[in-house]
């Protein structure tokens, strides 16, 4: 057969199971299609397709074809990272500063120190470290890989509870907006390559300047010419900060960031968000499955996955909770709050695959933090839907 059939048989595969186990298992309240995807991108990877059946394996996903799918990945993964930036709104959380600066703080730093101590243990284990890392790096890559919290998903996950637009909904878009900003900005720090640092300062030398000229080109655009122009640009920023050694991703991530999401239609944007997923992103997700390892063995991988999630999660509702306290939150809202900005889902996977491409982690601990992104995302819905539906009251009237 040919390449391009192959090609053809592994791109049925990767659209038709994860489709069939979503809609004939009725998946829907507990794993969203898209955690499904991400889980078959697992079960058709090396850690279990690749040893059950290793002759078939090799035949559908042979070199040929896995690099024409990590080409669609790419492009796939790059439109998603740069949405999520442009539907960051830092204006509506200047105007709550205090609320959102606390709360965004707090849900932040706290699963951070909880998932550096994770870390750490591992570090201790051995063989969880990647080749090219320090060992702060590795901890605070790991440590911020239990802080993170997945807008995209997250946005997702609240317009599908019909809280999106709400008052609530729409506070806690502020806090994971703030939290994606540090998010990202400690992920730049923990990837400079000081043997670069003359690529890396050119490089945000030239992106500060080039994104003034693009905002004021932006604001005197046809609305039909900025998608052409946005496009353009998250190229370019992609290649910059891959060339400078940072990541393509952070890069596409920069790329929206920088524009305000008022330029575009809001229902064209929701439209291209479910488009990107539905058309590219399971692609990303079987790559990303083709990246999983179990070399430490099993055990150790469960282990680590469960120790990420409880700091994770521990994290992210301890500090839930204390904002509460310290902001007079109404009863139950902590709780809402905490579970929902624990989700993880695609910008964790996307995080954890920087990590592995720049040898920070090894590909267990990728394994590890795929699992644990899962198993986030998983918990969501049947943890916040009892919450909300005995509290619908209140979340109608919070401010």
Known sequence: MTVTEIFLIA?????????????????????????????????LGPGILGKLYPDY??????APVVQSLNGVAWWGVTLFIFIAGVELDLRKAWQHRRESGITAALCLGTPLVLGC?????????????????????FVAGVGMGCAVTALPILILLMEKMGILRLALGQRILRYASLDDIAI???????????????????????????????????????????????????????????????????????AGAVMDSEWFEQAQMDLLRHHVLLVLM????????????WD??????????????????AGKLLAAQLAGRVLGWAPGEASIIGWLLQTKGLIEIIFA?????????????????????????MLTVPMVAPRLASTRELVARAS
């Open 353 to 377: 695959n920087i990590l592995l491409d720049k040898r920070i982690i090894t590909g267990d601990t990728f394994t590890a933090l795929l699992l644990m992104a899962v198993a986030s995302t």
């Open 11 to 43: 791109m049925a595969i990767i659209f038709t199971l994860p489709y069939l186990i979503w809609r004939l298992g009725r998946t829907e309240y507990f794993a969203p299609l898209v955690v499904v995807q991400i889980l078959a991108g697992l079960l």
């Open 184 to 254: 990202w900005g400690v992920l730049a720090l923990i990837l400079m390559d000081w043997q670069r640092m003359g690529k890396q300062a050119a490089f945000i030398a030239a992106f500060a300047a080039l994104a003034w000229g693009l905002r004021v080109l932006m604001r005197r655009l046809p609305a039909a010419d900025r998608w052409f122009v946005a496009l353009i640009w998250l190229i370019l920023c992609s290649l910059g900060a891959d060339w400078a050694g940072l990541h393509y991703m952070v890069g596409a991530f920069l």
């Open 296 to 313: 430490v063995g099993g055990t150790a991988v469960f282990f680590a996955a469960g120790l990420l999630l409880a700091a994770s999660v």
């Open 117 to 137: 101590g994770a870390a750490l243990v591992l570090l201790g284990m051995g063989g969880w470290m990647g080749a090219a890392a320090r060992p702060w790096q």
């Open 57 to 62: 394996y090799q035949f559908v996903f042979s």
């Open 282 to 293: 399971p692609v990303f997700f079987l790559s990303t499955g083709l990246r999983t390892e």
